[in-house]
């Protein structure tokens, strides 16, 4: 892998930093917003502006074609001061369905506006009953007359009253079937573009915590009408769809928190050369102090390089095995790397860490929220020692 960007890669990076300058006299009222869980438009705009919607994008469809990793490094950069957004990952994970799955038709109907920012996408994939074990959803899609009626619940759904469409994960073959017909349980599931202003959907709003300037839904689904060609894919073939055209959702993850990590240990390292509290050297000359900082530091060099990589093997369409156990990676590691971030720095900050306006007991619940989702770090172990190392599966 070259270590030097290319000049796109480059130029992605100097966009985002001159993004992060357009708001940085405005930092305590955004983060408010984000406080309050609402959604921040303006950084929407501004990364559509920038074209990074349309970074894996094909040209002929509108976008850039810059790459993942360009819109990887972007997310990085803005995340160092503290600026993310939801949404993006989730729309550049449908784009990635589409692009690497999707019709012609398809193609063609969705990606151009969503190169330009005017589609925003959330995901339905977890169910109360089926979490991890996607396998086992029972929201249906049943075809009739050239239209798929769906039924069914989705919960945990980050923005679903921003987004305009959501990407949908159904049974197209109830799971109870698959063994009465002698089927694999990764076959009958299939993918579909939702239009959320559709007759029949209903939303609960949730009271969670964890997701910047976003609040989650459980979604009802009552015989939602779905055009045939919102179909991602092949019908009942939405397992390879999802495995294949997911992996960015974990990328950009790992990606926003290696940047958070940065901006927590920036502002860390800045107080501790500050503060004094036993006579006129700074906590920071203490090795107390030090070295857990200088700990974070070493580790988040690491996590970036895998976070690179695997940005990279996406965009170089390596084997589909080969990405997700880079992506899984990256975003094992760097949850791990956020939380720690974000504890050193409230310790060296001692009492004034748990003050909201130095941000760091909110990210706490992002940090938090990324060792579970998207995908438990359990899981993320669970598939490597069976997938990578070969050992026998264990749930």
Known sequence: MDFA??????MAKET???IHKKFEGRRKELFEKIRRNEFVQEIWDELSKAGFLGSIVPQEYGGTGIGLLG???AMEELAKYGIGNALFVLTICAESCIIRNGSEQLKKKFLPAMAEGKIKCALGVTEPEAGTNTFRIKTFAQKKNGRYIINGEKTYITGADVADYILLITRTIPYSELS???LPKMYGLSLFMVDLKSKGIKMHKLNTRGIEGMNQFTIFFED??????NLVGEENQGVFVMFNGL???RILAGASAVGLSEFCLKRAVEYANQRCVFGERPIG???AIQHPLADVKIRQEAVRLVVYKSAWAYDKNLPP???MFLANSAKYLAAELLLQAVDRAIQTYGGAGFVEDNFFIILWDSARLLKTAPVSNEMILNLTAEHVLGLPRSY
Request: charged residues 35%; proline residues 10%.
């Open 321 to 323: 095995q080969e990405v």
């Open 247 to 249: 992996n960015p959702e």
């Open 285 to 287: 000359s203490y090795q």
């Open 5 to 10: 960007f290319q000049p796109e890669i480059e």
């Open 71 to 73: 819109s990887t490094v």
């Open 180 to 182: 009465k017909k002698g």
């Open 16 to 18: 985002a930093e001159r």
């Open 224 to 229: 939602v009408e779905v055009p045939e060609e």
